[in-house]
């Protein structure tokens, strides 16, 4: 049975191509690319991606709070 079922997100190792699994036969994994065309790959040219990455706007907060620079004190001389 193969790793990957129709409507699962894939990116090929070898190409810079991602796409969406559209058929499977056999070894045959009919990916339609992000660009509109149907492509045919073997399951050992293909690596599944994750279809639900989120991150909340508190993660975002925190993560830009953490990078942020802090301002520069003035120093006044006498």
Do not use: W
Request: glycine share 6%.
């Amino acid at each position: 049975m193969s790793q990957f079922q129709i409507g699962d997100i894939v990116e090929t190792i070898d190409d810079v191509i991602k796409g969406r699994v559209n058929a499977i036969n056999g070894k045959d994994i009919t990916i339609i690319s992000d660009d509109g065309f149907p492509l045919v790959y073997e399951p050992h040219e293909l690596v599944l991606m994750a279809n639900d990455i989120r991150v909340s706007n508190f993660d975002i907060a925190r993560i830009k709070k953490e990078k942020e620079i802090p301002k520069r004190k003035k120093i006044y001389h006498c």
